[in-house]
DNA sequence: CATTCTCTGTTTACGGTGTAAACATTTAAT
DNA sequence: ATTAAATGTTTACACCGTAAACAGAGAATG
């Protein structure tokens, strides 16, 4: 991958590209909403190019190729989540509490970031090693909550299989983010705060 | 649609195709399996052709297109599911006997079936008349899970947010299929079986 | 200053894709 | 026997991801 990222040189920062956010940025942003709106596969570099104003080669000055610019969407979500969790984890409050907000947290990042969401998650990349790379991301993600599991445990004093109480609320998180998002538009929830917060409360309670 | 559903005719099971079974079921047969294997976007239509040992173009006097023909595999598996939801449904037991005994069975036949289940809920359908056709035929096999909820309500004599209960249901079992048909060749899962019971008990406590 | 080098963009070209259109053949109906 | 329908093939086209070659704009070096 020995691509893109030399931003080393001197004091060139802008130039007069339609704006003055780097190119690599603005393909990536404009990349995820296309990807969200219209689907990974339906979506053209040469249309994503077309979006932005540059060639569609020019992408390819960025990114290596279209698989490695989805993943590196990826990227930047699972950065995210993990810089809400490891913030999170540091509020006051007991470790069970911690754990409920860590939730809520990523929970309601994924709500308003709808794009995010669908990209990261909801988007199934073609099997091979760009696919296992993302994974070794999400894995760090997952380090987080199974970290906050066994602190629930051991704070209560009872042995859990750390691995499965993980796996549920993971499982819950992504079963709450995608029927609200999906749904959103066609099926008028009546209270989604409450729905959270009974899933949440469900997942948890053995800790209680 | 005006294609590929008028088998009304005489006496023609076979002919000389390479095998007895209609080519139609083939197809789909095939699709399905690479779909699983490569990838929905992934899987060209001249490979399915080549596999079969048919010209690309044969498939099309069949499906009228790619997307239709994933849809097929799609309604395959939701009619498979339905069937089995109401065989499951006039089995004995109480209603929260019943009900659990439902999602055991989905949840065993997405387990069993990991082919038909990353084909129908893993891949991500280009949004349009399509996909929202997917949508619908899935509310059919939701109807059952709602129907179950509301007895188990009423039987119990509680009052429940049905659509919710449903849902959180719903997520339980995709959460449970996708983590351990997703992760089964590389988590080594303790007891898959237990966890199912756990997840299912979990979803179900508040009829019991 | 001139020269060279590195970035970052463009244009062109190639093999693969979904599928429309036209044609061919095999089977059923008259 | 003749017609019509069903079911296949071949050809053709527009679009896709991207490799390769080229172009210019600063920065680095003399």
């Known amino acids: 991958m020995p691509v893109a990222q030399k931003r080393v040189s001197t004091t060139r920062p802008t130039k007069s590209r339609r704006t003055q956010i780097p190119l690599r940025d603005q393909i990536r942003d404009t990349a995820r909403d296309l990807f ?24 390819y000055r ?72 993302k994974v070794a991301i999400g894995q760090h993600a997952m380090d987080r909550l199974r970290l ?25 998180i992504h079963g709450l983010a995608s029927s609200l998002i999906t749904t959103s538009k066609c099926y008028p929830w009546k209270d989604p705060q409450r729905m959270k917060e009974e899933v949440i409360a469900t997942v948890t309670r053995q800790f209680e």
């Open 36 to 59: 969200a709106r219209e689907g990974y596969e339906s979506v053209s570099m040469r249309r994503i190019g077309a979006e932005i104003g540059c060639s569609p080669m020019a992408i």
């Open 62 to 133: 960025h990114y290596e190729n279209k698989e490695e610019l989805l993943l590196s969407i990826c990227e930047e979500t699972f950065g995210r989540m993990i810089q809400l969790l490891d913030k999170t984890r540091q509020t006051p409050g007991t470790r069970l509490e911690v754990l409920r907000r860590c939730v809520q947290t990523i929970v309601d990042f994924h709500l308003s970031h709808p794009n995010h969401y669908k990209v990261t998650f909801m988007t199934v990349m073609p099997p091979g090693p760009v696919a296992e790379r």
């Open 148 to 172: 906050g599991v066994r602190e629930c445990a051991e704070a209560k004093g009872i042995e859990v299989d750390v691995e499965m109480a993980a796996q549920i609320i993971r499982v819950a």
